[in-house]
Every structure is written in structure tokens, then in C-alpha cells.
């Protein structure tokens, strides 16, 4: 879902790549036997970060196996190439690392990111943008699925704004359409926003569709076939072909239509 707002896009700061990690870093991310190649990315926008995590899962036999927030967001971060979060893939094979790490850095940079508006000035403070996050994720991934507690492939809107705009906000979707909200995130959160997901309950039937009659009808144009397609359908006696017409006389045909018998002499022409 794109606004006609202007956009704040998220920044990858760091892309690391572990080919087989130690046993150690295996235990304590609680990774499975033989998934040992690691892919980490940090970036300034957690949420957009999280949904782009999410598209690496579709593209590769990936799985995001770390990902968190770091506290007062990237405007606060402990170092240069910090950021505002941090995700962690696993996988067992570093191509499969690889193409997860492509397809999250496409969809952060093409698909996933904040938008600012601009509110009216309090007092005597500047007016700022509020920023908000109102993604909609046609397919769920591997990684955002759990959490919203939907199959694999199920659409879901990821909302994220303030603290008090972020309740307003839900509380508008909720009341707009059909969705139910699978997680909230109560303000304050790590970055101090807040937000939630929504998944769709039900889906409103549509109405017959209604068939346009054709341009020309069948019967208009051979009435006698369709008048005998119509009985035999009815069951009721067809009606018999007519006739054959008699075959003309022999002779020969004039310029005026008639039949010149073949007995008839030709009129000599003299000369």
C-alpha cells in the first residue's frame, strides 16, 4: 500500500555473513543441527526491517532466528553501524543465506517504510512529523506468521504509529472492515511506539454476476434448426423435413428463367 505522503525509507547499515558459526553462538540461538551459516542486518527501522525479514523467508530456505529492537531507537544507537534493530538468519547452505539477505534488502528499499505528516504547531513548539508504519503484507512469510498466528500465506496489515495514535488508529481498523487484531504491541515499546496486526475474519460474498445476453440469438438467425432443437428438447414430435423440390425438366435455361424443352428446335437464323 503506497500514500501520497513523503516516505521515510529505511537505511541498511551492516550486512554480515557467517559461513558455519562456533557451537557457542549455535546454543545460545537455539539453532538446529546443521543449520550453522548465519546472515545478520541491522538497519534504522525496526518494523521495516521485521516486514522485510519476513520477504527473505519466501525467497530462500531461510529462517529468521533473532530479531529485536534496540531501546530509544536509532536516534540514540550505541554505534555507527547500530541502527535501531537487528535480525539473524540460519540457514544450511550460505547461498541460502545469501538470497535471503537479497530479497530483505530489495523489499526494505522498494517496498517497506515509514511516512511522515506534518501536524499544526503545539504552543510553542515546532510543528513535527508523526511518523507511522501502515504496511499491508499481501503473503505472510515463515517468520511473520507465527506471531500473527495465521498459516503461511495469509494477508496481514502490520500498523505501527505513536503511542496515542497507534490506539486510535486500531481502534478505526477495527471498526472498518472485518479484521481481527492477532498482536498488539502496548506503547511503550522499545522504540516507544506502538501498534498491532490485523488479519481478515471473513470475506464478504459477492453478489451472482449477472450474464449479459449474447448480440445476436441463434433462433433469429436459423429459426427453423432452433424451433427443431427446441422439440426434440421438449420431447415432443420434431416436425418433418418438407419435401424435395422435383428436378427441373431437361432442357435448357433461357436468359428469363423459364426451361426451353429439349424437343423444341432452334429457330434457323438466315442469312
Not at 525467497?59 to 531501546?71: G, L, T
Not at 522504540?191 to 475474519?201: E, R, S, V
Request: aromatic share 8%; hydrophobic share 40%; with cysteine.
Amino acid at each position: 500500500m503506497k500514500l501520497d505522503l513523503p516516505p521515510v525509507k529505511a537505511q541498511a547499515l551492516a550486512v554480515r555473513t557467517i559461513p558455519e558459526a562456533s557451537d557457542d553462538i549455535a546454543a545460545a540461538l537455539g539453532l538446529p543441527p546443521g543449520r550453522r551459516s548465519l546472515g545478520l542486518i541491522t538497519a534504522t527501522s525496526d518494523d521495516a526491517l521485521f516486514a522485510s525479514l519476513d520477504q527473505g523467508t519466501k525467497a530462500a530456505r531461510a529462517d529468521v532466528v533473532y530479531a529485536r529492537s534496540f531501546y530509544a531507537g536509532s536516534g540514540h544507537a550505541s554505534g555507527p553501524l547500530s541502527g535501531e534493530c537487528i535480525g539473524i538468519y540460519a540457514a544450511d547452505d550460505p547461498a541460502e543465506i545469501d538470497a535471503a539477505l537479497y530479497a530483505c534488502l530489495a523489499y526494505l528499499t522498494e517496498e517497506a517504510w515509514f511516512y511522515a505528516m506534518t501536524t499544526a504547531p503545539v504552543g510553542a513548539a515546532r510543528a513535527q512529523p508523526v511518523l507511522f508504519f501502515p504496511h499491508v503484507i499481501a503473503s505472510t512469510g515463515r517468520y511473520l506468521a507465527p506471531l500473527a498466528g495465521t498459516p503461511v500465506g495469509g494477508a496481514m496489515a502490520y500498523l505501527i504509529a505513536p503511542p496515542l495514535e497507534s490506539i486510535v488508529g486500531l481502534d478505526a481498523a477495527c471498526k472498518a472492515a472485518p479484521v481481527k487484531m492477532t498482536k498488539w504491541f502496548g506503547p511503550p515499546s522499545e522504540t516507544n511506539f506502538g501498534g498491532g496486526y490485523l488479519m481478515a475474519t471473513s470475506r464478504p460474498a459477492r453478489p451472482p454476476r449477472a450474464r449479459s445476453p449474447p448480440r445476436w440469438s441463434t433462433c433469429a438467425r436459423r429459426p427453423r434448426r432452433a424451433a427443431r432443437r427446441a422439440a426434440a428438447a421438449s420431447g415432443a414430435a420434431a416436425r418433418p423435413p418438407p419435401p424435395p423440390r422435383p428436378a427441373p425438366p431437361p432442357g435448357r435455361m433461357r436468359a428469363s428463367g423459364r426451361w426451353r424443352p429439349a424437343s423444341a428446335s432452334r429457330p434457323s437464323r438466315t442469312t
